[in-house]
C-alpha cells in the first residue's frame, strides 16, 4: 500500500519496498514534481533530516535521493545555502493537467488551518513499543468481534487517565469508546431525537460539520450569544441540550467563564437538559494548570466527549464518551452490537496510556505547541502591530484579531503566498446574532516542523 507524504502542494507516494524500492521512489517522485513545476526553480528542500522526519524514513535514504538528483542536475547543494531545485531544471511552458487554483503555479502550498496537530510529531516508535506490548498480552478472546462498549482495558485507562489529569468523575462501566468526535455526536443525536428532543443550543462560533450532524438526526440548532465574556448561558431556556467547548472555546480560544458555567449547570439541573462538553484540547494550556472538566460539576447531567484527535493524531479513529448512568444503555444499543473501533488500536492506547508513554508524548507536545504560539505572538508584534493575538495561552489555534473590514482581503492575501488560512467568519453559525468580527483563526499545531517557519512567514507576509 502506497504511503503519501503530506507535505503540502507536493504529493509523494512512497511504496514500502526496502530502502533501496523507497529510495527510488523519493527520487522519482522528486524528479516528476520539479518536471511538472510542482517544485519551482529556485526552491529550498527541507533538510535530509526533516524530510526523513516526515516521511518516516531513515535520513540516508533521502540524502541518497537528493544526491543522485543533484548529480543529474535537477538539484543543486550548496553549503550554507541548503538543497535547492536547480535554475535550469524549469518547467515547460504546458500547464499541468490539473491546476492548482488560488496560488501562482509552483508555489508549494503551506497550511495554518486548524484541527490537526503536527502528524510528523507522532511518536511512532512508542506507539509500535506499545503495540507489541498490548498484542503479546492480549487475550484470545480480544480478536473476536467486539463489544460495542469498548475493550475494557482502554475504558479503564481512559477512566482513569481522565479522572487524574482532567478531573473527571469516570466510572469505566460508563465510558464508551467511539471511533472519534463525530462518530460519538452521531450517537448522541439519535438518542436525544429519540427522548424527544427537538433543538440543541450551541455557541455562536464553531465547526459546520457538528451542527449538520445534528441536523441529520432531525434537531434543530441555535446559537447562544458571545460576549467578552465568552459563551453566555443564560438565554438557556427549553432545548434539550446545549454543545460548548468550555476548557478552550473553538474558535475563539477563551475559556467559559465562571459565572456561564454556573448557569449552564444550574439550567441542566432545573430542566432535566443535558450538557455535551467538548473537551477537545484540554490537556493544552500554557501558562497556567488547565481548567477543570465542566463534568465533575453536574456529571448526572453531563456528557464527556474526549479524543486522541489532537494529542496523537485523528487517523487513530479513536474517542470516548463518559456518559451519565441513565444514558449509557440508549446510546450503547444506538451504537449497535458490534464494537466499531479497531480492537489492536484500543489494546495500543491502554497500553500507551496506562505505561506513561502517554504523558511523555502530552509533555514534549505541550513544549512544542507553546514555543510555536510565543513564536506567533512575537511575530505579529514585530511584523504587524495592528494585528492582536487574541484568547488563553492554550490548545492548537489561536485567534488574530484584524482590523476592521480586512479579514476577507487577508485571507485572500494569504492564498497567493500558497498559505492556506481560515478567517473567523468560517466559523460563524447562520444565525448567530453576535456582531461579527474580523479576525483569522491560526492552526499553529497544523505544519510540520520542516514547514513551521515557512508558514509564519507566509502569515506575517499577509497580515495588514
Not at 462518530?183 to 438518542?191: F, I, N
Not at 427549553?238 to 448557569?263: I, K, N, S, Y
Not at 485523528?314 to 456518559?323: D, E, I, S, T, Y
Not at 492506547?349 to 502517554?358: D, K, Q, R, V
Request: hydrophobic fraction near 40%; charge should be neutral.
Amino acid at each position: 500500500m502506497a504511503e503519501s507524504w503530506a507535505n503540502p502542494g507536493i504529493d509523494l507516494h512512497l511504496e514500502p519496498a526496502g530502502s533501496s524500492g523507497l529510495r527510488q521512489g523519493l527520487t522519482d517522485a522528486l524528479r516528476d514534481a520539479v518536471r511538472e513545476g510542482r517544485l519551482a526553480p529556485g526552491t529550498r528542500l527541507p533538510s535530509s533530516r526533516a524530510l526523513a522526519a516526515d516521511l518516516g524514513i531513515a535520513r540516508n535514504t533521502v540524502a541518497e535521493a537528493y544526491a543522485g538528483l543533484v548529480a543529474e542536475g535537477w538539484l543543486t547543494a550548496r553549503q550554507g545555502s541548503g538543497t535547492r531545485v536547480a535554475e535550469r531544471a524549469a518547467p515547460p511552458a504546458t500547464a499541468p493537467a490539473t491546476p492548482v487554483r488560488h496560488r501562482p503555479p509552483g508555489r508549494p502550498a503551506l497550511s495554518l488551518v486548524p484541527g490537526t496537530p503536527d502528524l510528523a510529531a507522532f511518536p511512532r516508535t512508542a506507539w509500535l513499543q506499545a503495540a507489541r506490548r498490548a498484542l503479546a498480552t492480549a487475550p484470545f478472546d480480544a480478536l473476536g468481534y467486539g463489544d460495542p462498549r469498548g475493550r475494557p482495558e482502554l475504558r479503564t485507562a481512559v477512566a482513569g487517565y481522565l479522572a487524574r489529569v482532567r478531573g473527571v468523575r469516570a466510572d469505566p462501566d460508563h465510558v464508551l469508546i467511539t471511533a472519534g468526535f463525530s462518530h460519538a455526536l452521531r450517537l448522541l443525536g439519535t438518542v436525544l431525537r429519540g427522548r424527544g428532543a427537538r433543538t440543541v443550543a450551541v455557541e455562536s462560533y464553531g465547526l459546520d460539520a457538528y451542527t449538520a450532524l445534528l441536523h441529520e438526526a432531525g434537531l434543530t440548532t441555535t446559537p447562544l450569544p458571545y460576549d467578552e465574556l465568552g459563551t453566555d448561558t443564560r438565554p438557556l431556556s427549553d432545548e434539550g441540550a446545549v454543545l460548548l467547548t468550555p476548557a478552550h472555546q473553538f474558535p475563539m480560544g477563551t475559556a467559559l467563564h465562571p459565572d456561564r458555567r454556573a448557569a449552564v449547570v444550574d439550567w441542566a439541573r432545573r430542566t432535566g437538559g443535558l450538557i455535551l462538553e467538548d473537551d477537545y484540547d484540554g490537556e493544552f494550556r500554557y501558562d497556567r494548570r488547565p481548567v477543570g472538566a465542566l463534568q465533575d460539576l453536574a456529571p448526572d447531567h453531563v456528557v464527556y466527549f474526549g479524543t486522541a484527535s489532537k494529542s496523537l493524531a485523528p487517523g487513530l479513529r479513536l474517542g470516548w464518551m463518559v456518559l451519565p448512568p441513565a444514558l449509557y444503555a440508549e446510546t450503547v444499543a444506538a451504537k449497535g452490537r458490534i464494537d466499531t473501533c479497531g480492537v489492536l488500536d484500543q489494546l495500543t492506547l491502554a497500553e500507551f496510556l496506562t505505561s506513561g508513554a502517554y504523558d511523555r508524548h502530552v509533555r514534549a507536545a505541550r513544549l512544542r505547541y507553546r514555543r510555536r504560539r510565543d513564536a506567533l505572538a512575537a511575530a505579529v508584534a514585530d511584523r504587524a502591530p495592528g494585528v492582536h493575538v487574541t484568547g488563553i495561552a492554550a490548545g492548537l489555534h489561536a485567534v488574530l484579531r484584524l482590523p476592521p473590514g480586512t479579514e476577507r482581503s487577508v485571507v485572500q492575501a494569504a492564498g497567493w503566498q500558497g498559505l492556506a488560512l481560515h478567517g473567523l467568519s468560517f466559523y460563524r453559525h447562520p444565525d448567530a446574532v453576535t456582531e461579527p468580527l474580523d479576525a483569522l483563526v491560526v492552526g499553529y499545531g497544523t505544519p510540520p516542523e520542516s514547514l513551521w517557519k515557512d508558514a509564519l512567514e507566509a502569515l506575517c507576509r499577509a497580515l495588514p
